[in-house]
């Protein structure tokens, strides 16, 4: 599939997803949706891709769902045509997703950087959730995975408000794992991406499966949950390397990479 609103390149175990649509901000229409979707699966389906990379411009990740798209919708159009349904699909990719974020992540760009496994942000990120100021609320699972994230205060803030929250805020309140000097983020970001995709790709996804279950259960369940992934590890050929070599005091040469 050739793309029109994404460039998509593989840069050695890393899989870069950079959303270009400068004219509008990055905004979200439906192209962009299934492109990203669309490559994401290809990523995840190659066993030589280790960890995504989701990234945007240094002045917007995403400024949200495109708005234009949006205008002349209905309820029944919404509704019947189950609008923007498409990106819960990155929930279903196994290989860990880093978002890279720079400048304005709103709506559903914030959305779209929460379904990512963890958030690499510049210091000139500002995240938000301002479908408020339009007469409507998040619909990507914004008023969810926010709140899971920071909070009820500050959830209830940014979506009441539509107020934006700087990096240094976002970082202060969990929905971020890193801040950067944007200068540095797409170098950055490649570097944790390339530690993860060095990891055996079993336990990486067995890991990123065993979090994102924290988000569905009770501790009880997810502590079961975690241990039947903990012993399915021990059927690896990674676990027998990786324990081996630190016994032996090298470092592990991960067939599952
Ligand atoms: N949709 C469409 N076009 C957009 C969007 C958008 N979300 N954001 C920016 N653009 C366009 C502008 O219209 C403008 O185009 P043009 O030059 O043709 O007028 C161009 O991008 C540049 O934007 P600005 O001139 O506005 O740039 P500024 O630097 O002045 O402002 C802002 C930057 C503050 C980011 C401003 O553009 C803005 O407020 N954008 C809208 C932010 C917003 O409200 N986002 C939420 C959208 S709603 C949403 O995301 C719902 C998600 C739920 C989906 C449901 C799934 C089931």
Redo the contacts with the bound molecule.
């Keep these: 599939m050739s793309y029109e609103t994404i460039l998509v390149e593989a840069k050695g175990p890393v899989g870069w997803i950079t959303l270009n649509r400068p ?3 990055n ?1 979200l229409n439906f192209d962009v949706m299934h492109e990203v979707v669309d490559a994401a699966r290809s990523f995840d389906a190659d066993e030589a891709i280790g960890c995504i990379v989701l990234t945007g411009s240094a002045k ?1 990740f995403a ?6 798209a949006m205008q002349p919708l209905t309820y029944v159009d919404a509704y019947a045509g189950e ?3 498409q ?1 819960d699909r990155v929930g279903d990719i196994g290989t860990p997703i880093v978002a890279a974020v720079a400048g ?1 992540a ?3 760009g914030c ?1 779209l950087a929460m379904m990512c496994d963890l958030i690499v942000a510049a210091d000139s990120a500002k995240f938000g959730q ?2 408020i ?2 007469g ?1 609320i ?3 699972g914004g008023s969810q995975r926010l709140t899971r994230a920071v909070g009820k205060a500050k959830a209830m803030d940014l979506c009441l408000t539509g107020r934006m929250m700087d990096a240094d805020e976002a970082e202060r309140s969990g929905l971020v794992a890193r801040v950067v000097p944007a200068d540095d983020l797409l170098d950055d970001a490649s570097k944790v991406a390339a530690k993860i995709a060095s990891m055996s790709q079993v336990a990486a996804k067995a890991a990123k499966e065993a979090v994102n279950r924290a988000y569905e259960s009770t501790l009880t369940e997810g502590v079961r949950f975690e241990r039947r992934l903990f012993y399915g590890t021990f059927a690896t050929e990674d676990k027998a390397e990786g324990m081996a070599a630190f016994v032996e005091k090298r470092k592990p040469d991960f067939k599952h990479r």
Excluded at 63 to 68: C, E, F, T, V
């Design positions: 004219e509008a901000l905004a917007a400024a949200g769902a495109d708005i234009k609008l923007f349904g990106w304005y709103l709506g559903g959305e301002p479908e100021t339009l409507v998040p619909g990507m």
